[in-house]
């Protein structure tokens, strides 16, 4: 998956929790601008799991402020997955 469709789809699983338009989105957007609470990053959480058939531990999202730093920890974890399949 290019980056741009990874950074797409994480924009559109937290529009779709928060039931606001995707372009109102963006990296930079900050969780307390959008009204993100611990339920809501649990929803979040379970929606881009499903999306991407990832694992994502709960610690590895605690403590992230802005929209990029998921885009960011997807990606790693894609990048982590595509490593350790076998060719």
């Given at each position: 998956?290019?980056?741009?469709?990874?950074?797409?789809?994480?924009?559109?699983?937290?529009?779709?929790?928060?039931?606001?338009?995707?372009?109102?989105?963006?990296?930079?957007?900050?969780?307390?601008?959008?009204?993100?609470d611990s339920l809501d990053a649990i929803e979040i959480l379970f929606e881009l799991e499903e999306r991407f058939d990832l694992s994502v531990p709960d610690e590895a999202?605690?403590?992230?402020?802005?929209?990029?730093q998921v885009i960011e920890a997807v990606e790693r974890a894609l990048a982590e997955r595509a490593e350790a399949a076998p060719d």
């Open positions: 998956m290019a980056d741009g469709d990874t950074r797409a789809e994480v924009i559109g699983a937290i529009a779709k929790v928060k039931s606001i338009p995707a372009e109102e989105i963006g990296p930079e957007t900050e969780f307390a601008e959008i009204h993100v999202v605690q403590g992230m402020e802005r929209v990029g």
